[in-house]
């Protein structure tokens, strides 16, 4: 789960927990304050009631409760004296019974009354909700027990509706909250994105790019400070590595140089014995490899240190005719027959220089890895508005797919002892997509049907 699901989910469940306990208290004394007022009715109901009851000098009655403060009938009352006879009852006692519950003077408790009898709110099922209290009185000297209720079946619906309507507006209040917190966390969040997509965008090859910093010092400003000063450190562990490569590559030009002057200058003596003479073309032919080594590593190196273009209209047409030209021999000694589809011009704007190289080490690579003899190179390119998609494919045996991903790295060899055997040293196609890139291009590998392998590259125009 992400930070900003999880800073979201905290925010919106502290916010409801505290929107439930603060809505369950404002409920609990809005359930309070009806009781409290219906408490207050009961008891003057009772206390009035004992003085009308007083008045008479009978205690069986008659009654004259004209002077109630409420309407009699509209409770449910029972009057009876310490030996339990009933002194009174109103016209409601008659329907139902309300049982005396022991040590709670007041209470609640429902019973069914059919609303043909009497109306009193009843819901659908004829039940009606009573608040009852059990009073003491006294009344003429004797002791009396009071029990009156009233019913509150409308209160209750009341209670009710006002339930759902706070069930409802929760429910509209976490969505609203859910709303505002996931908001809100990504707007926390988003200097932490802006740091994670500027860190995306830095790579090899732009290690020069650093984190903006925010004008508040916090701490996504010390985070920011850090991860710059380790880009520091890694560019400058790069620069330091590639500076390596270049000096030791050209450190060794030289001496390997003359060592191939002076393994040639033995060869052309005629009496040098056979042995000898065979050692010396091996050895020669391993100078020879450790100088193209050299040279491809000082190119790889001259391209990642520098990074310039020189830039100008390219005729890849042109280009790649050139390039084929200067392999014709190798292609007539090695029966390859060239297929070159490229007609009429196709320019792009790049480097002269850094093309050549880059379709020298394609074609190269196309010879090396052919067929013994009678292999095929074809060339055709596809041109739109934007972009050029040149492919070059030759004959031969197909790489492997678990290598394919791999195969534009530094040294690497899908065959190292098929490699060797063709003089490669791994880095040809890397020097390739290292052109291909700083001419904002893509490059790519596929084996095609028929034991063909396709090398596509795409320029835009």
């Given amino acids: 789960m992400k930070i900003r699901k999880k800073i979201t989910l905290w925010i919106s469940g502290t916010a409801l927990l505290s929107t439930i306990v603060f809505s369950s208290i404002i409920f609990w004394r809005l359930m309070e304050e009806p009781f409290k007022l219906i ?3 009961i008891q003057h109901m009772a206390a009035a009631l004992a003085l009308q009851m007083t008045a008479v000098k009978t205690v069986s009655g008659p009654y004259d409760l004209s002077g109630m403060p409420y309407n009699p009938d509209t409770y449910w009352i029972m009057v009876k004296n310490n030996k339990g006879k009933i002194l009174y009852q109103s016209q409601l006692a008659n329907y139902i019974e309300l049982p005396v519950i022991e040590d709670k003077p007041a209470y609640l408790i429902e019973r069914k009354i059919l609303r043909s009898q009497i109306w009193l709110n009843q819901d659908d099922h004829d039940d009606v909700l009573f608040r009852v209290m059990v ?37 509209i209040c976490v969505l609203f909250i859910l709303l505002c917190s996931y908001i809100l ?128 209209t390219i005729d890849l047409t042109v280009l790649l005719a050139r390039v084929l030209d200067d392999y014709a021999d190798v292609l007539t000694a090695k029966q390859i027959s060239v297929f070159n589809h490229l007609a009429g011009p196709h320019p792009i704007h790049g480097d002269q220089e850094k093309l050549f190289r880059l379709f020298v080490n394609l074609i190269d690579n196309a010879i090396r890895y052919n067929l013994d003899s009678g292999g095929q190179i074809l060339i055709k390119a596809e041109k739109s508005k934007t972009k050029i998609l040149l492919e070059i494919s030759n ?19 899908v065959e190292k002892s098929r490699s060797i055997s063709h003089g490669g040293s791994g880095l040809g196609l890397a020097i390739a997509k290292k052109i291909v890139g700083l001419h904002h291009g ?11 392998v396709k090398i596509s590259v795409l320029f835009p125009v």
């Fill in 39 to 41: 408490d207050q009715e």
């Fill in 135 to 171: 009073i003491d009185e006294q009344i003429n000297g004797l002791g009396v027990e009071i029990r009156i209720a009233k019913p509150i079946e409308g209160l209750e619906e009341e209670l009710i509706e006002l339930a759902v309507d706070i069930g409802i507006s929760l429910f």
């Fill in 185 to 312: 966390a990504g707007r926390i969040l988003s200097p932490v994105s802006a740091i994670i997509r500027k860190s995306k965008e830095i790579s090899e090859e732009s290690l020069d790019g650093r984190i903006p910093l925010r004008g508040s010092r916090d701490e996504l400003y010390d985070l920011s400070v850090s991860l710059n000063k380790m880009f520091d450190r890694l560019q400058n562990s790069f620069n330091l590595q590639k500076e390596f490569i270049g000096n030791a590559s050209h450190e060794l030009k030289s001496p390997i140089t003359l060592l191939m002057l002076a393994q040639e200058e033995m060869l052309m003596n005629e009496k040098l014995p056979p042995a000898q003479s065979k050692s010396l073309i091996k050895q020669l032919e391993t100078t020879r490899r450790m100088s193209h080594l050299v040279k491809n590593l000082l190119d790889l190196s001259r391209l990642e240190q520098q990074g310039i273009l020189n830039q100008g």
């Fill in 395 to 413: 004959t031969g045996q197909q790489i492997p797919e678990n290598d394919l991903p791999q195969i534009f790295e530094q040294f690497y060899r």
């Fill in 442 to 452: 893509e490059i790519s590998i596929a084996n095609d049907p028929d034991d063909v």
